[in-house]
């Protein structure tokens, strides 16, 4: 059974680091759902085999926080490229939206993949130490 703190404590320490690798060194944003994925499995104290599971879980919840913060700022900017480009109407900003969904769609899938790597290495990494 996984344990529903310690994968919620990766999630959102996944997205805590992401959004400030994202902002201050923006090529170690992948750094944020490997490490929520390893810290989802390295808080749970049983010894399971359930790291893929528990790393993608931790994964899809720090992506779904990250989502949501980075939707909000996707729809301003979409607003903006409404405004700005008036004569072109609708069109505009419905690529706008469109290209937030996919952008959604991109992180949620890639917090996902990495969580659970994480939690894998975390999971090789407990054996180890264990044998």
Do not use: C, H, Q, W
Request: aromatic share 10%; proline share 2%; glycine share 16%.
């Amino acid at each position: 059974m996984s344990d529903i703190k310690a994968i919620l404590a990766g999630g959102l320490f996944a997205a805590a680091l992401t959004l400030a690798l994202g902002i201050s060194m923006f090529p170690l944003f992948f750094i944020g759902p490997l490490a929520g994925g390893y810290l989802s499995i390295y808080l749970t104290k049983k010894y399971e085999m359930d790291g893929v599971k528990d790393g993608a879980l931790s994964g899809l919840f720090g992506g779904v926080v990250i989502s949501l913060i980075s939707f909000a700022g996707i729809g301003i900017l979409s607003t903006l490229i409404g405004l700005f480009s008036a004569n072109l109407g609708d069109i505009a900003s419905l690529i706008g939206i469109l290209a937030g969904i996919l952008f959604t769609a991109i992180i949620l899938i890639i917090f996902v993949v990495l969580g659970a790597l994480g939690g894998v290495l975390a999971e090789n990494m407990r054996e180890k130490s264990i044998n």
